[in-house]
RNA sequence: GCGGGAGUGGCGGAAUUGGCAGACGCGCUAGACUUAGGAUCUAGUGUCCUUUGACGUGGGGGUUCAAGUCCUCUCUCCCGCACCA
């Protein structure tokens, strides 16, 4: 027996593979299709990290398996590349970031050939190839035409001292991250895109797909959907009416003021008449440091600043209240203003006892001094003249019909999902296909001038009026309007990141077609995605994003599925020895290129697949690894007691047959750690019968080759199986040969096991009884004591409770 | 703060979903073989007492013949929060 060398066996087997092209999705569509998709990497300059082998590892066993099974199967791979870290870079080492990207890549890509993934490389896509952003940008010009596009004011994080504009992850405790500048808020003009269009759709479809409960349960809760009432309240003595959310009307008589985001604009169209404007603005600033994250923590002092001059009118009592700003309340969350009912709202409450506000109970049942009752399930309506001596339900019916009829406000629907902030003041990106006309406004470019490429530019910085460094080149932004023939400007700003990634799925089903995103035919077949894996980091922005846009690709007629995905699972983090994120700045990092060359891609992928259960979180183990490299050197010597035999060892048929049921239902349902475990126990079965049939090796080679495909390709060819392995099919298992007749029964006395008896699997109560009549060890605990009850659960347990 | 999730030996985890807690692996202990090695093999290994046994799944309370699993209160930790990907 030659040393198991995993280096060369890998490399032999990977060659091969690329060579014979068997891992390219098939173009015959008579066969059952199989499309599995993990994320592509975005490729960072720090290269492959052990947590995309986590994911790429769990799909490529299904996929290896469905192969087995007969499937189709497309398993493709590219790259998410546009990006900040990418342009940083650029921008610090002064190279173009698409040469940054390109090295990237190929490293990347040569890390993942390293561990074997059967991907279909033919298929490769990179976000920031024209012949791709062509598309994403055509995308967009279908959602500016359908009026899904649209610009509105909005704040970006803008650095006083570098003049550029940041992204939140840049702003780290107020500051700049580069220089420590102080950082506030700039309003500029962006592209926004209008999700909250389909949001009860993104919510109802829900139901029509395989998502992991935790996946949905927070898009539904980041969707955040709530149905109350507009209310409106008049301003005293003017013509306005301030419009407030509330999901609570029933608690409309104990609205004693209200408050509205600092930003809010009646500020602006009130500020002559408001007495106190020096401290309003004082306190605008103070909020314009603040990210709404901040904003809304709890624990911290409540502030705020009441708006005098003002007053608006409650409209069931008829009472003027004042107008308060405060940070708690966002303009980005329904209208921007609250009524403050500090009675029944904890937040409002605490606000109320700072300011020594009055706080009226409306709802009977709590203790409003000590603290804000909330409760909606038991409390009665007082101080409420229409709704008094009603239950909570029916008073939020009474007062939402009277206020309708009233014309005082309308039910509407809110929800917490904002509009997409589509603009970016950045190079590294999608140009946004528009020009803007000094006649015709918004004109998109023309599809067949499509892609707008990203032109050549000598810096990457942003301009230092916020603007993106495109701006800055007037031969690109200088052009004519696509419609008149006029003078006309490009848009400047980029596509965010999430652009490319919103719609690179259905790319990979047809990824060099120049004349669609992808051919009808093509995805007809392929559509919708089987099993899409991915981090639970992208459940609400990502995974939101696309499945909104292939909505709307749907709508367009485009793709043929309401949802994009069928099945959506979610692996958890690997973190390092020490239990906490890998982080450069930790030098806790593992690089999975050590771990390839130090013990090979088997033992990475065994591990990792073996590591602890797959959607949780789990520090990384040196020992765990060597670990993995053991069992696979036990399998290579396994060689060695292999005999002639074209069927399953007697003894070990029943174990044989269980493996195959357990490992097969395993790898379909993420528990790749038990079935690898049970593939151990199958093993340590084979060494103590001392040899194994060619037949029992055979099977167990294919059970494991989704996890270890180089070592059990190798160890198939060195044993003389037939062809090889990736040609040969996945085993089936007999039910009949599973069963056992006799089993081993526990006994327990008063729930306590106390010893156990051996049983055929049909035997009734009545031989039990007998059985246990027999056992000493058992009778001694019934000695003196009088039966009460006895329970038999057939193949479970056989419990009699004593007194 | 809001939303999601997790707490089981020295460690990673398993437990057919209410039925023998600790499968499998790591680590550790002892032994065997040694061309002395971070190799391989054998045995042991939740805690406590010498044994019968008692205790044991973050903590408190409860339901049940039976609870890691169900109910209730509570503590701790992790992830996301919209311009990181």
Same mark, same amino acid.
């Given at each position: 027996?030659?040393?198991?060398?995993?280096?060369?066996?890998?490399?032999?087997?990977?060659?091969?593979?690329?060579?014979?092209?068997?891992?390219?999705?098939?173009?015959?569509?008579?066969?059952?299709?199989?499309?599995?998709?993990?994320?592509?990497?975005?490729?960072?300059?720090?290269?492959?990290?052990?947590?995309?082998?986590?994911?790429?590892?769990?799909?490529?066993?299904?996929?290896?398996?469905?192969?087995?099974?007969?499937?189709?199967?497309?398993?493709?791979?590219?790259?998410?590349?546009?990006?900040?870290?990418?342009?940083?870079?650029?921008?610090?080492?002064?190279?173009?970031?698409?040469?940054?990207?390109?090295?990237?890549?190929?490293?990347?890509?040569?890390?993942?050939?390293?561990?074997?993934?059967?991907?279909?490389?033919?298929?490769?896509?990179?976000?920031?190839?024209?012949?791709?952003?062509?598309?994403? $940008?055509?995308?967009?010009?279908?959602?500016?035409?359908?009026?899904?596009?649209?610009? *509105?004011?909005?704040?970006?994080?803008?650095?006083?001292?570098?003049?550029?504009?940041?992204?939140?992850?840049?702003?780290?405790?107020?500051?700049?991250?580069?220089?420590?500048?102080?950082?506030?808020?700039?309003?500029?003009?962006?592209?926004?895109?209008?999700?909250?269009?389909?949001?009860?759709?993104?919510?109802?479809?829900?139901?029509?797909?395989?998502?992991?409960?935790?996946?949905?349960? $927070?898009?539904?809760?980041?969707?955040?959907?709530?149905?109350?009432?507009?209310?409106?309240?008049?301003?005293?003595?003017?013509?306005?009416?301030?419009?407030?959310?509330?999901?609570?009307?029933?608690?409309?008589?104990?609205?004693?003021?209200?408050?509205?985001?600092?930003?809010?604009?009646?500020?602006?169209?009130?500020?002559?008449?408001?007495?106190?404007?020096?401290?309003?603005?004082?306190?605008?600033?103070?909020?314009?440091? *603040?990210?709404?994250?901040?904003?809304?923590?709890?624990?911290?002092?409540?502030?705020?600043?009441?708006?005098?001059?003002?007053?608006?009118?409650?409209?069931?009592?008829?009472?003027?209240?004042?107008?308060?700003?405060?940070?708690?309340?966002?303009?980005?969350?329904?209208?921007?203003?609250?009524?403050?009912?500090?009675?029944?709202?904890?937040?409002?409450?605490?606000?109320?006892?700072?300011?020594?506000?009055?706080?009226?109970?409306?709802?009977?049942?709590?203790?409003?001094?000590?603290?804000?009752?909330?409760?909606?399930?038991?409390?009665?309506?007082?101080?409420?003249?229409?709704?008094?001596?009603?239950?909570? *339900?029916?008073?939020?019916?009474?007062?939402?019909?009277?206020?309708?009829?009233?014309?005082?406000?309308?039910?509407?629907?809110?929800?917490?999902?904002?509009?997409?902030?589509?603009?970016?003041?950045?190079?590294?990106?999608?140009?946004?296909?528009?020009?803007?006309?000094?006649?015709?406004?918004?004109?998109?470019?023309?599809?067949?001038?499509?892609?707008?490429?990203?032109?050549?530019?000598?810096?990457?910085?942003?301009?230092?009026?916020?603007?993106?460094?495109?701006?800055?080149?007037?031969?690109?932004?200088?052009?004519?309007?696509?419609?008149?023939?006029?003078?006309?400007?490009?848009?400047?700003?980029?596509?965010?990141?999430?652009?490319?990634?919103?719609?690179?799925?259905?790319?990979?089903?047809?990824?060099?077609?120049?004349?669609?995103?992808?051919?009808?035919?093509?995805?007809?077949?392929?559509?919708?995605?089987?099993?899409?894996?991915?981090?639970?980091?992208?459940?609400?922005?990502?995974?939101?994003?696309?499945?909104?846009?292939?909505?709307?690709?749907?709508?367009?007629?485009?793709?043929?599925?309401?949802?994009?995905?069928?099945?959506?699972?979610?692996?958890?983090?690997?973190?390092?020895?020490?239990?906490?994120?890998?982080?450069?700045?930790?030098?806790?990092?593992?690089?999975?290129?050590?771990?390839?060359?130090?013990?090979?891609?088997?033992?990475?992928?065994?591990?990792?697949?073996?590591?602890?259960?797959?959607?949780?979180?789990?520090?990384?183990?040196?020992?765990?690894?060597?670990?993995?490299?053991?069992?696979?050197?036990?399998?290579?010597?396994?060689?060695?007691?292999?005999?002639?035999?074209?069927?399953?060892?007697?003894?070990?048929?029943?174990?044989?047959?269980?493996?195959?049921?357990?490992?097969?239902?395993?790898?379909?349902?993420?528990?790749?750690?038990?079935?690898?475990?049970?593939?151990?126990?199958?093993?340590?079965?084979?060494?103590?019968?001392?040899?194994?049939?060619?037949?029992?090796?055979?099977?167990?080679?294919?059970?494991?080759?989704?996890?270890?495909?180089?070592?059990?390709?190798?160890?198939?060819?060195?044993?003389?199986?037939?062809?090889?392995?990736?040609?040969?099919?996945?085993? *089936?298992?007999?039910?009949?040969?599973?069963?056992?007749?006799?089993?081993?029964?526990?006994?327990?006395?008063?729930?306590?096991?106390?010893?156990?008896?051996?049983?055929?699997?049909?035997?009734?109560?009545?031989?039990?009884?007998?059985?246990?009549?027999?056992?000493?060890?058992?009778?001694?605990?019934?000695?003196?004591?009088?039966?009460?009850?006895?329970?038999?659960?057939?193949?479970?347990?056989?419990?009699?409770?004593?007194?």
């Amino acid at each position: 027996m030659k040393e198991y060398r995993p280096n060369e066996i890998e490399k032999k087997w990977q060659d091969i593979w690329e060579e014979k092209r068997v891992f390219e999705a098939k173009d015959d569509k008579s066969l059952p299709k199989f499309y599995a998709l993990v994320e592509f990497p975005y490729p960072s300059g720090e290269g492959l990290h052990v947590g995309h082998p986590r994911s790429y590892t769990a799909l490529d066993i299904v996929s290896r398996k469905r192969r087995l099974e007969g499937y189709n199967v497309l398993f493709p791979m590219g790259w998410d590349a546009f990006g900040l870290p990418t342009e940083n870079y650029a921008i610090k080492h002064k190279i173009h970031p698409r040469i940054v990207t390109e090295k990237n890549v190929e490293r990347f890509k040569k890390q993942l050939k390293s561990i074997g993934f059967s991907f279909d490389w033919s298929r490769e896509i990179n976000t920031t190839d024209p012949d791709y952003y062509k598309w994403t $940008q055509w995308i967009f010009i279908k959602l500016f035409e359908k009026g899904l596009a649209y610009k *509105k004011e909005m704040p970006i994080n803008w650095c006083t001292s570098c003049k550029v504009g940041l992204a939140n992850e840049e702003v780290v405790g107020g500051a700049c991250e580069r220089c420590g500048g102080e950082v506030v808020r700039k309003v500029k003009n962006q592209w926004m895109l209008k999700i909250t269009e389909y949001a009860d759709r993104l919510i109802d479809d829900l139901e029509l797909v395989d998502y992991i409960e935790r996946v949905k349960t $927070q898009q539904i809760n980041w969707i955040g959907r709530s149905e109350g009432m507009e209310v409106y309240f008049k301003i005293a003595e003017k013509e306005d009416v301030l419009k407030v959310f509330t999901t609570r009307p029933d608690t409309l008589y104990g609205a004693t003021y209200m408050v509205i985001a600092p930003e809010h604009p009646l500020i602006e169209k009130y500020k002559d008449i408001i007495e106190n404007m020096d401290e309003v603005r004082k306190y605008q600033e103070y909020v314009s440091k *603040k990210s709404d994250f901040e904003r809304t923590e709890l624990s911290k002092e409540k502030t705020g600043v009441e708006i005098k001059g003002l007053k608006a009118i409650n409209p069931v009592t008829n009472k003027e209240i004042p107008i308060w700003i405060s940070d708690y309340v966002l303009m980005t969350y329904g209208t921007g203003a609250i009524m403050a009912v500090p009675a029944h709202d904890s937040r409002d409450w605490e606000f109320a006892k700072k300011f020594n506000l009055p706080i009226v109970e409306v709802v009977k049942g709590g203790n409003v001094e000590k603290e804000a009752y909330t409760d909606t399930e038991s409390g009665i309506l007082v101080n409420s003249e229409l709704i008094n001596g009603l239950e909570v *339900k029916e008073a939020i019916e009474k007062i939402s019909n009277w206020l309708e009829e009233q014309g005082l406000g309308e039910r509407k629907v809110n929800y917490k999902l904002r509009d997409w902030v589509f603009s970016r003041q950045r190079y590294w990106g999608e140009p946004i296909p528009l020009v803007e006309c000094e006649k015709c406004g918004w004109v998109p470019v023309p599809e067949d001038q499509l892609p707008v490429m990203l032109p050549e530019v000598e810096n990457y910085e942003p301009t230092d009026t916020g603007e993106s460094p495109l701006a800055n080149i007037t031969e690109w932004v200088e052009t004519n309007c696509p419609k008149c023939g006029g003078k006309a400007k490009r848009e400047t700003d980029t596509m965010p990141q999430w652009a490319g990634s919103s719609w690179y799925y259905l790319r990979y089903i047809d990824p060099h077609n120049p004349n669609a995103l992808a051919s009808k035919e093509e995805l007809d077949y392929w559509m919708p995605v089987d099993w899409y894996n991915g981090g639970m980091e992208h459940t609400t922005l990502h995974l939101l994003y696309s499945r909104f846009w292939h909505k709307f690709l749907y709508d367009i007629g485009i793709v043929n599925t309401r949802e994009p995905y069928m099945k959506r699972t979610s692996q958890g983090m690997i973190l390092g020895e020490n239990n906490e994120k890998m982080s450069k700045s930790r030098g806790n990092v593992i690089n999975p290129d050590g771990i390839v060359a130090e013990f090979g891609a088997d033992t990475l992928r065994t591990y990792e697949m073996f590591i602890g259960d797959f959607e949780k979180a789990v520090p990384w183990s040196e020992n765990g690894v060597k670990g993995c490299r053991r069992f696979l050197e036990r399998v290579w010597r396994l060689q060695d007691i292999v005999v002639t035999g074209d069927e399953y060892t007697k003894e070990l048929e029943a174990s044989i047959h269980k493996t195959i049921k357990k490992v097969s239902e395993d790898y379909e349902s993420l528990k790749f750690n038990t079935a690898i475990a049970a593939l151990m126990t199958l093993l340590n079965e084979f060494n103590d019968s001392g040899k194994i049939t060619k037949a029992d090796m055979k099977t167990f080679l294919i059970l494991l080759n989704p996890v270890a495909p180089h070592i059990t390709e190798e160890l198939w060819e060195i044993i003389g199986l037939p062809g090889m392995l990736h040609e040969s099919q996945w085993p *089936k298992y007999d039910e009949e040969k599973i069963k056992e007749d006799i089993l081993e029964l526990p006994v327990q006395v008063n729930g306590k096991v106390r010893g156990t008896i051996m049983v055929n699997v049909d035997d009734g109560q009545e031989v039990i009884k007998e059985k246990v009549k027999e056992n000493k060890g058992i009778m001694k605990h019934l000695e003196g004591k009088q039966i009460v009850k006895e329970i038999f659960i057939p193949g479970k347990i056989y419990n009699i409770v004593v007194k």
